[in-house]
């Protein structure tokens, strides 16, 4: 499989939007990018079935934490910085707006919320959380940080009635309950 990919994903693939779209410029709109999440969804659990295309998901959100932490969050002194800087990109990028709750990272449990999340509010009620992306995009962003691997689970969202999505996050191996 990882023989002669022809898509590995690299920075470089963002393009070079100040000579690709002189008059566009590095705006869409959100239904853009939702049309292309929610289709991309739909086909990936036709052809592989819920349970893996919500692996495929996370697992797409992990790669795409990681590049963004190495491309635009960068290394943090501490863990008030870091957070700083990602409350700060991710209102400028227009992802959502981000509140820790709790933060332990000695015990390996954080708790995080997202409100006007980029992927989900504003959908009508589904009785599931359905951010699976941001789970693993969480992921990848805390182990970049830390050093330490993270299982993130959505545990409220927009689609199960709240109004904002809120995200648990616990380093494997803790015995931190949830
Ligand atoms: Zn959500």
Redesign the pocket.
């Known amino acids: 499989m990882t023989e002669n990919r022809k898509y590995a994903f690299d920075w470089s693939l963002i393009g070079n939007l100040e000579e690709g779209r002189p008059n566009l410029g590095n705006q869409t709109r959100l239904e853009v990018y939702r049309l292309m999440q929610f289709c991309f969804r739909d086909v990936l659990e036709q052809k592989l079935g819920s349970d893996e295309a919500d692996r495929v998901f996370y697992q797409a959100g992990y790669l795409a934490g990681n590049h963004f932490y190495t491309n635009v969050i960068g290394h943090s002194a501490d863990l008030d910085e870091f957070v700083r800087k990602l409350q700060t990109t991710l209102k400028d990028l227009g992802i959502g707006v981000l509140r820790v709750e709790e933060a332990d990272l000695a015990a390996g449990k954080l708790v995080l919320t997202v409100s006007e999340?980029l992927?989900?509010s504003g959908l009508p009620e589904l009785n599931y959380?359905?951010?699976t992306y941001?789970e693993g995009f969480i992921a990848a962003l805390l182990e970049s940080f830390s050093g330490i691997r993270f299982n993130v689970k959505?545990i409220d969202?927009?689609?199960t009635g709240d109004r904002t999505?809120r995200f648990l996050a616990l380093a494997e191996g803790s015995s931190a309950a949830p």
């Open positions: 999340d992927d989900c959380e359905i951010c941001d959505e969202c927009w689609c999505c």
